[in-house]
C-alpha cells in the first residue's frame, strides 16, 4: 500500500457548534474507502502533547441511527467529547462490520437472532470475524506527522496493529462499557473471544 498524503483539511461545526473539528481526507490510499480523519485542538487545561487518538470503524445502524445491538454510537459520542477536550484525532475507518459491509452485517444480525454470537455468524457466512485493516491508520497517522499515540480502545489488536506498522503506543485508555439488555451478550463476546478489555461484572442496562 503506498503511503498517504493529506489531501484537503476542512473545519466543520458539530454539535450546533459546540464543537469545532478539522476533517481531513487523504492521498493515496488505494482500497477507495474514503476513510476519514477528525482533529480536535483540544479545550481543557489537561491537554496532553502525545494526541488521543480513537480509531472508530464505521457502524451505520450504531453511529448514525442509534442501535441498540453494538456501542459504537455510544463509543464515538464518547470519544468526541474525550478528544475534543484532551486534543487528538479521531480515525473514521470506513470499516462496516468489522469488515464485511452493511448487507452483510445484516445477514449476520439475522443469524443472531437465532441464536449464534456475532464471530459465529460470520463464519456461517464464509466470513472473516474481523476483517479490519488498522494498518491503514497508521499511514493516516503518519500523514498527519503523528508517531506517538495515547489509544482510546478496549481492543487489543488496534494497538498491536499500530505497533507493527511504526506508531508507538504509548498508553493505552480505555471506553466505558456502554451496555444495555440489548448488546450485553455482544459486548460479553467481544470479551471472552477477542480479548476486549470490557469488565461486565456488575454492570446494570443503561
Do not use: W
Amino acid at each position: 500500500m503506498n503511503e498517504l498524503t493529506v489531501k484537503r483539511r476542512v473545519v466543520i461545526p458539530m454539535r450546533a457548534g459546540e464543537v469545532m473539528a478539522e476533517f481531513i481526507s487523504f492521498d493515496g490510499d488505494e482500497s477507495g474507502k474514503e476513510h476519514i480523519g477528525i482533529g480536535f485542538t483540544g479545550t481543557s487545561a489537561s491537554k496532553n502533547d502525545i494526541p488521543l487518538v480513537r480509531l472508530h470503524s464505521e457502524c451505520l445502524t450504531g453511529d448514525v441511527f442509534g442501535s441498540g445491538r453494538c456501542d459504537c454510537g455510544e463509543q464515538l459520542d464518547e470519544a468526541i467529547d474525550k478528544i475534543n477536550a484532551e486534543g487528538g484525532y479521531i480515525l473514521y475507518l470506513r470499516q462496516e462490520g468489522r469488515g464485511i459491509g452493511l448487507y452483510a452485517k445484516l445477514e449476520a444480525y439475522a443469524l443472531q437472532d437465532q441464536g449464534y454470537d456475532t464471530y459465529e455468524a460470520n463464519e456461517m457466512l464464509h466470513l472473516p470475524d474481523d476483517g479490519r485493516d488498522f494498518g491503514i491508520a497508521a499511514k493516516m497517522l503518519k500523514s498527519l506527522g503523528v508517531n506517538q499515540v495515547r489509544l482510546l480502545t478496549n481492543n487489543p489488536d488496534k494497538a498491536e496493529q499500530l505497533k507493527e506498522n511504526g506508531i508507538d503506543v504509548v498508553e493505552l485508555l480505555p471506553t466505558k462499557v456502554h451496555v444495555n439488555q440489548h448488546n450485553r451478550q455482544y459486548l460479553e463476546t467481544k470479551a471472552k473471544r477477542k480479548q476486549h478489555t470490557l469488565d461486565l461484572d456488575g454492570e446494570g442496562f443503561e
